[in-house]
């Protein structure tokens, strides 16, 4: 059983005073971005390296030598290997590619970094689509957080095939964008159980994630099939999964992690410390506006634990 470690910014500072810090943030379009200054502040020494992905290439450059271009796939390790182990690395993951994350995190665990701990910065508002006009509540508050789909390919280390055919059950963490829902499960042709966020980030946020996914909802026949897990938190997910995972035993199990970002971190530890229990289904959408507006909270969460069992 593994405990929660959340820290929030004083606690943090405390934490890693005077001591040495990498941090790898991803180039991003949006507002959410860490304040380097909030790391320099309370750290003798920090080393900063700014993450540029590119989905269609599948590569990456590293703001500390941009002439180098890594492979996603098959040279993550040797960027990692660039970092010094034995000082704290913070990751923000508030602007990760869920793919990049879940590769990173797999090539990280291992190696033997003394302490890594994962970044979230919430956002006061996330911005809705303006392209509609409608004085229906749905439409109203219908968001389109990103509009341009990427590549489906799957997540190295995370790979797992169906190969003896098991009686599939499949589980979606739903966000604020019931079209990215509806879209995976039509093209997967599934019936997923629905997994909502409850505690929300904010209070009432919930319910946008319930009008948007009213399609995937209204199919269900109890109130009961509905799961519930907290959206910051990656503990309240990593404990469902092993639920789950022995609840349906003889099935084969799928997961889509279109929730909030800390979910998806506790869905790709879990599957990380428990390999081919369960295959991700997710469709790698690519930011290309800002999808948010102002800074709220920043959450740290210490996840030596998770990569190191």
């Not at 890693?16 to 941090?23: F, L, P």
């Not at 994350?101 to 665990?109: A, T």
């Amino acid at each position: 059983m593994f405990f929660e470690q959340k820290y929030i910014n004083e606690e943090i500072n405390a934490l890693i005073n005077e001591k040495n810090v990498n941090v790898i943030s991803f180039a991003t379009k949006s507002t959410r971005v860490l304040d380097i200054k909030a790391i320099a502040k309370f750290t003798s020494k920090t080393s900063y390296y700014i993450i540029e992905y590119n989905p269609i290439l599948d590569t990456f450059t590293v703001s500390s030598d941009e002439n180098r271009s890594y492979g996603l796939t098959n040279e993550t390790s040797d960027f990692l290997n660039t970092i010094d182990s034995s000082a704290t690395l913070i990751i923000d993951i508030t602007n990760v590619d869920i793919r990049f994350l879940g590769i990173l995190l797999y090539n990280l665990k291992k190696m033997n970094f003394c302490r890594v701990i994962c970044l979230y910065i919430t956002p006061n508002k996330y911005n809705k689509n303006k392209d509609y006009l409608s004085d229906s509540f749905e439409e109203e508050n219908k968001f389109d957080l990103y509009n341009n789909m990427g590549i489906k390919r799957g997540i190295n280390g995370y790979l797992v095939d169906n190969c003896e055919n098991l009686r599939e059950k499949n589980f979606i963490l739903l966000g604020f964008e019931g079209d990215r829902a509806n879209s995976l499960c039509g093209e997967a042709d599934i019936t997923p159980v629905p997994v909502v966020t409850l505690p929300a980030i904010k209070p009432g946020w919930q319910n946008y994630a319930l009008v948007a996914n009213r399609n995937i909802l209204k199919k269900l026949t109890s109130r009961n099939s509905i799961e519930y897990i907290s959206a910051d938190s990656i503990v309240s997910i990593y404990n469902k999964m092993q639920d789950w995972k022995d609840t349906y035993c003889e099935n084969f199990l799928r997961i889509s992690p279109l929730g909030t970002k800390i979910n998806a971190l506790g869905v790709l530890l879990f599957i990380l410390n428990n390999p081919k229990s369960y295959d991700i289904l997710y469709d790698n959408p690519i930011e290309t506006k800002s999808n948010s507006s102002g800074v709220d909270k920043y959450f740290y969460y210490d996840i030596t634990e998770f990569l190191n069992n």
